[in-house]
DNA sequence: CGATAATGATTACAAAGTGGAACGATTGTC
DNA sequence: GACAATCGTTCCACTTTGTAATCATTATCG
C-alpha cells in the first residue's frame, strides 16, 4: 500500500474530537427520553456534587451568559427538578438546589449513563477500557479541565431529532 | 477515601465527549489564525482525498443542509481556495477541486494539526499515545465513524474570539 | 448615616444561525 | 416528447445567541 501521509488524517486529537462529537450526540439522544438536553443534565450534576452555588457561578462554568441561565433554570424549576432558595444573609443570590425529584430524575440519569458508556466501549476488554480510562484521565487532567463541566454545554438544544421512522 | 460513586462521573463516554469538545475548541483557535473555521477545514481536507464530488454529496457528509453549503462553498471559492468544475456529461452538477493555493494552506493545516496533536498528548508517552490511538481508532471503527468527518462540522461558526488582550 | 459604586437576577432586543420549502436548469425514464 | 427526478440556488420563517439596559440588594466610604 502507499506509503507517505501528508496529515497524521487520523491522529489522536481529531479522534477526540470526531469520537466526543459522536459520544455526546448520542447521549443527547438517549436523554431526550427524559426529556432532558446534555445542558440540563449537567446542571443537574453539578447540583447533586454541589449544591447551593449561586446562579452567575453556574452560569459561568456551563460557558453561558446569565441572561440565557434565567430561562435555563426556569424550565427546570417549572419541572420541579430544582429550587431557587433565597439566601438570608444576602438576598441578591439564588441559591440552586436540587428537589427529590430532581435526585429521583439524576438516578435514572446514572442509569443511562452506565448503558451509555457500555456502548461507546463496547468492542474493548475490561482491561482496555481501563487503559482508555486512565490515558483520558491524565490528558483531562493536564489540559486543566473540570472534572464536571465540559464546553459543549454552551449549547442549549442540541437538535429536534429528525427521527428514522418518519417518512 | 470514600467508595462509592453513585455515577461514574469520569467514565470514558464523558471523558471523550469533554475532551472531543475541548480538543475541537482549541484547534477551532489555531486555525482561526488562518481564517478557517472547522467545518471549512474539513471541506478542504475532503477535497485533497476525495475531489470531484458534488456539492449535495459534501453536504450530506458535512451534516449541513445543501442550501446552507451554497455560501460556505462561495466564500471558499471566492478565497481562491476551492473551485467548481461543470461537469460536461451532467452540466447540473458542480465538481469541486482544490486549487493550487487550497493546497498550499492544506499544507499548513497539516502543520497545525501536527502542532496541535502534540499539544494534546503533551503528557503521553511514545508508547501511551501509540495505546490511545488503537483504542481510539477500534472505537471509532466499531461505532461507523467516517474517517474524514465528525459531526461538529454541521456548525458554521465556530466563536468570534473574545481575545485575552482587549480590556 | 446617607450617597455612590458594585453585584446578582432579570428583561429587552438586535443580530446571527438554522433548516425546510419553492424555484429554474438539466437529465433520466418510458 | 411529456413527466418525474436531481442538482444548485434563493427565499424565508423560526430559533438561538450575546450585549445592553433595568431593578433589587449589598458593600464602600466620606
Known sequence: ???????????????LAQLGAHAAGLFAERIAG????????????MLAT?????????AGDLGMPPSR??????????RGLIERRRNPSDRRIYALHLTGKG??????LA????????QIC??????EHGQLLELLRRIADQQGLHPDVHPGYR?????????????
Open 50 to 58: 454541589n449544591p447551593g452555588r449561586s446562579q452567575r457561578e453556574l
Open 111 to 118: 442509569q443511562v449513563g452506565m448503558n451509555h458508556e457500555q
Open 69 to 78: 441561565f434565567v430561562p435555563f433554570a426556569d424550565e427546570l424549576e417549572e
Open 34 to 45: 427524559l426529556d432532558l438536553t446534555p445542558a440540563q443534565a449537567g446542571l443537574l450534576r
Open 1 to 15: 500500500m502507499t506509503a507517505s501521509a501528508p496529515t497524521p488524517r487520523t491522529g489522536a486529537a481529531f479522534l
Open 122 to 127: 463496547e468492542s474493548l476488554s475490561p482491561e
Open 103 to 108: 435526585e429521583k430524575l439524576l438516578a435514572e
Open 155 to 167: 449549547r442549549l438544544h442540541p437538535k429536534p431529532k429528525p427521527a428514522h421512522d418518519t417518512p
